[in-house]
Nanobody, 125 residues
Framework: QVQLTESGGGLVQAGGSLRLACAAS????????MGWLRQAPGKDREFVAG????????NYADSVKGRFTISRDNAKNTLYLQMNSLKPEDTAVYYC??????????????????WGRGTQVTVSS
């Protein structure tokens, strides 16, 4: 079992930045591909970014490429999402996810093994 706890959400003006973090309870989290998904009100949950176990491979949704950066520190069992140039359409609940198998990061977020409870990000115009 891997328990995931997100932090770092909040309210920010358009053009601003936020850094999300996801702490994993288990040291075995380094064996999982990890990523971020988000869900805006009235919309389906969507893939935002994913990173392989060792951090070598990353994948981003087109809507966040060039603005968001995903990273991980396996020594600290922590996943990060640096979000810059935020837009009102980035407003959503952001969920941390962990999945066994690096190919997951290229599957659009399908087939998550463990979820966090989410953190709210609100971008005002």
């Amino acid at each position: 079992q891997v328990q995931l706890t997100e932090s770092g959400g909040g309210l920010v003006q358009a053009g601003g930045s936020l850094r999300l973090a996801c702490a994993a309870s288990s040291g075995t989290a380094s064996n999982y591909a990890m990523g971020w998904l988000r869900q805006a009100p009235g919309k389906d949950r969507e893939f935002v970014a994913g990173i392989s176990t060792g951090g070598t491979h990353r994948n981003y949704a087109d809507s966040v490429k060039g603005r968001f950066t995903i990273s991980r520190d396996n020594a600290k069992n922590t996943l990060y999402l640096q979000m810059n140039s935020l837009k009102p359409e980035d407003t959503a609940v952001y969920y941390c996810a962990a999945t066994y198998g690096n190919s997951w990061i290229f599957r659009g977020g399908v087939g998550v093994d463990y979820w966090g409870r989410g953190t709210q990000v609100t971008v005002s115009s």
